[in-house]
Nanobody
Framework: QVQLVESGGGSVQTGGSLRLSCAAS????????MGWFRQAPGKEREFVAG????????NYADSVKGRFTISRDNAKNTVYLQMNSLKVEDTAVYYC???????????????WGQGTQVTVSS
């Protein structure tokens, strides 16, 4: 079983940047597609970004295209989410999961972790 721990969240002002990390332990994630999701207060959890096993193919929600970049370092068993030009509506708890390769947007196995809080203020 793979354990995923998200980190890097914080409080920033509109237009700021943050880099989230998702560190895996227990087994390697190098052969899996990975995804980032978020849940804002009072809203359902939603897909943010996905990346295939090699990093050569990525997928983004329309709301973050051009602002967020997902990447991975398989040697470090870690996935990243670089978030630029942050908006108030990006405020949420961010989670990472192993995702299916077909769409790279739906969790494949495992469960939701603690996530990392991102708060963007104007």
């Amino acid at each position: 079983q793979v354990q995923l721990v998200e980190s890097g969240g914080g409080s920033v002002q509109t237009g700021g940047s943050l880099r989230l990390s998702c560190a895996a332990s227990g087994r390697t994630i190098s052969s899996y597609a990975m995804g980032w999701f978020r849940q804002a207060p009072g809203k359902e959890r939603e897909f943010v970004a996905g990346i295939n096993w090699s990093g050569g193919n990525t997928n983004y929600a329309d709301s973050v295209k051009g602002r967020f970049t997902i990447s991975r370092d398989n040697a470090k068993n870690t996935v990243y989410l670089q978030m630029n030009s942050l908006k108030v509506e990006d405020t949420a708890v961010y989670y990472c999961r192993v995702v299916g390769i077909e769409t790279m947007s739906k969790p494949l196995f495992g469960s939701w972790g603690q996530g990392t809080q991102v708060t963007v203020s104007s």
